[in-house]
């Protein structure tokens, strides 16, 4: 009996048990949902403080920083350093520190953690990221463009009495880099100091480059106009289906042209250009610095190539003479003229062919002939064999496409000049007429 008694309390108790089990349960599922909805209205919070704690520490390279510097108050080894500065070297190139250009941003998983991820700020458009490899003491290297965001600007202005192209441009707020790009390019067509009028117009059609809607520099100009004296010279630039880029007038002639090897056609070499040859009139051996092509006295001698004259004069040896500055690189010189034209004179802008003088033998001459030289970047060199810019103008596909890109330019023109708060951008090159909005 009294055990029968026993089991059936046992049983009552387990029941008890199990009641308060059951109880225990439905606490805790309470406790849990009020900490689920807890974490659903403060999940944002929450994520930052303990999952994503993230620590940046900006530092700007000052001058007489090194890289071991740097890396050392990070708390970087030598031999870490070593590692992360041969990295460096090998995938990215990165080796001398810029000052006022580069910037470093160490990032650690948590305040108190050692870095695993640099990213170098090198430039405005190119950043290198080191991330830790994950086997220890391996830095992984890339190097990351960043992409510019293009957008195409149009500025006009006018000469007044008085003024520089340069005055005039900065008054019309075109900044300094593009009003230099804009000269160079115009250099071989006009003469800046002395073909400038009041009541010339001009304009220029540049790239303006942003990241992040903020703007960082200015890119290429596309397009330039200048009412010159002698008609308006138009420039724009094209990018060949070969992939090269030039400037190129309203017919697709190219901006920049060559010089030619023999100014006077079909003359004949007389005597060429030579280190040591013995001298015609003084007896000794010296060099020739030129060609010398036979020609009657007389004969018109055509300008190589576009440019300035930057002198005329005499000189013992070479007796007449003119001297043309056709860009950065290249002047040209014709020696032994009988006369000069009268109104091609120092600071003169020539053209390809133009005349500039004829054929004579004055100065150390044996006979009529025009001695010619070319000189690039100072030093004299042989006209016969010197690597001479190529003409560029273009073959008959490319011109075909040059002709409606220039066209599609100029009704850009006209539209930013009807509405200049417009923005528009530049895609692959080509302004987009898709995106006009301010
Ligand atoms: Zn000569």
């Not at 990215?92 to 108190?112: I, Q």
């Not at 304009?203 to 290429?220: R, T």
């Not at 090269?244 to 190219?254: A, F, K, L, T, V």
């Not at 073959?395 to 000049?417: H, N």
Request: a positive charge; one cysteine or more; charged letters at 25%.
């Amino acid at each position: 009996m009294s055990k029968v008694k026993f089991i059936v309390e046992k049983i009552k108790s387990k029941f008890a048990n199990v009641n308060v089990i059951k109880k225990a349960v439905l606490w805790l599922a309470a406790i849990l949902s009020v900490v689920a909805i807890c974490c659903l209205l403060f999940c944002k919070p929450f994520q930052k403080v303990v999952f994503n704690p993230e620590s940046h520490l900006v530092v700007e390279v000052q001058k007489g920083d090194t890289l071991s510097k740097l890396l050392g108050e990070q708390g970087f080894s030598s031999k870490e350093i070593d590692v992360i500065a041969k990295t460096l070297k090998k995938s990215a190139n990165f080796s001398t520190l810029r000052p006022g250009t580069n910037k470093f941003d160490f990032v650690r998983p948590s305040e108190n953690d050692p870095v695993s991820k640099i990213i170098i700020v090198n430039g405005p458009w190119n950043r290198v990221e080191l991330s830790c490899g994950e086997e220890v003491g391996v830095w992984n290297c890339e190097q990351v463009e960043i992409e510019r965001d293009v957008r195409v600007v149009y500025k006009s202005g006018e000469i007044l009495e008085g003024d520089s192209f340069y005055l005039a441009g900065q008054r019309a707020g075109i900044p300094d880099g593009i009003l230099i790009d804009v000269y160079d390019l115009l250099a071989f067509e006009m003469d800046f100091e002395r073909d400038i009028r009041a009541g010339q117009r001009f304009s220029v059609l540049y790239e303006e480059n942003y990241a992040s809607e903020k703007k960082v520099d200015n890119g290429h100009v596309i397009a330039v106009s200048f009412e010159a004296l002698r008609g308006t010279v138009k420039m724009y630039r094209f990018k060949k289906a070969d992939g090269q880029i030039g400037y190129y007038d309203e017919s697709g002639n190219g901006a920049i042209k060559s010089l030619k090897r023999t100014p006077i056609n079909n003359a004949k070499i007389t005597s060429s250009f030579s280190y040591r040859r013995k001298h015609p009139v003084l007896g000794f051996t010296r060099a020739h610095k030129g060609v010398d092509f036979r020609a009657s006295t007389g004969t018109p001698i055509p300008a190589a190539g576009a440019g300035r004259v930057i002198a005329r004069g005499y000189n013992r040896g070479h007796g007449n003479f003119v001297k043309i500055r056709h860009n950065g690189s290249y002047e040209t010189l014709y020696g032994h003229m009988s006369r000069f034209v009268k109104n091609v004179r120092v600071g003169t802008t020539v053209k390809q062919g133009q005349t500039i003088g004829y054929v004579g033998s004055t100065g150390l001459s044996t006979g009529p002939h025009l001695h010619y030289e070319i000189i690039k970047d100072g030093k004299h060199v042989n006209p016969m064999t010197v690597k001479l810019p190529a003409i560029n103008n273009l073959g008959a596909a490319d011109k075909k496409v040059f002709l409606e890109r220039r066209a599609y330019l100029d009704s850009v023109i006209s539209d930013l000049e009807a509405h200049p708060d417009k923005i528009m951008r530049l895609v692959d090159g080509v302004p987009n007429p898709q995106d006009k909005t301010k």
